[in-house]
């Protein structure tokens, strides 16, 4: 079936430091990847996507490539700020349905990823 | 531009009580929507989606129930709430199924 794995948190660095969050999919047909970001006590932001196979999402100075031959889209970071402590969530969204379902739109997330920044 | 609402934004029930959490969009018709919920220390999964008014599907077979009244609301509901109900549910909401899905600011529910 199709899951996400992501890396167990949490992680904690200092300010500045470079962050790499990995994850990997097993997926039927083509999917797309999707980061989304938790801050405390809030609800899920869209933080990047990318939709087919060698795509970079990026946003924020955060990037993720779409990798195929190795299912994965890990999540990078070339300097983080505490503010970007948060939960971080990989997600996949099938684009073929399994047969004899229809197209949900069903995202599966994998269990989260806590970042702690430290000044 | 587009908005989700969810309240309450925090809810403390009893064991054995009703439940009925609401969300609404804004700026935008028809739109897909989810129900995920996301326990302690686990990740999210998808409880219910509508792609229109009174159709809905279940996920996972559970103590809860979803409805669609009208086209952007969608309401989460429990006869009697157990104990493993507690979590943080997040409604979230597309334009259509191979759209970006957009999440509400979500509820936190506590069952004692």
């Known amino acids: 079936g199709n899951s996400v794995t992501q890396m167990e948190g949490p992680v904690t660095l200092s300010e500045e430091a470079f962050l790499t969050i990995n994850c990997t999919y097993t997926?039927?047909?083509?999917?797309?990847l999707f980061w989304y970001v938790q801050y405390p006590g809030e609800g899920l932001q869209l933080l990047l996507k990318a939709t087919k196979a060698d795509d970079k999402g990026s946003n924020k100075g955060f990037e993720a490539t779409y990798r195929k031959e190795t299912t994965s889209f890990h999540l990078e970071k070339g300097s983080v700020q505490v503010s970007d402590s948060a939960v971080y969530f990989c997600?996949?969204?099938?684009?073929?349905?399994?047969?004899?379902?229809?197209?949900?739109?069903?995202?599966?997330f994998g269990q989260g990823t806590t970042l702690q920044v430290k000044p | 531009s587009q908005t989700i609402h969810q309240w309450p934004a925090t809810l403390v029930q009893p064991v054995g009580s009703p439940l009925s959490l609401e969300c609404t969009v804004e700026?935008?018709?028809?739109?897909?929507l989810y129900w995920y919920r996301q326990a302690a220390g686990r990740g999210l999964q998808l409880l219910f989606y509508?792609?229109?008014?009174?159709?809905i599907s279940s996920e996972v077979p559970q103590n809860l129930s979803a409805s669609r009244p009208q086209d952007r609301q969608f309401i989460l509901s429990s006869k009697k709430l157990l104990l493993s109900d507690s979590g943080f549910y997040l409604c979230?909401?597309?334009?259509?199924?191979?759209?970006?899905?957009?999440f509400g600011p979500g509820t936190r529910l506590l069952v004692l």
């Open positions: 997926a039927t047909g083509y999917p797309s």
């Open positions: 979230a909401w597309s334009a259509d199924w191979q759209e970006t899905q957009y």
């Open positions: 509508s792609v229109g008014i009174g159709q």
């Open positions: 997600a996949l969204r099938t684009y073929h349905p399994v047969e004899g379902s229809s197209n949900t739109g069903k995202l599966i």
């Open positions: 700026g935008t018709s028809n739109p897909n």
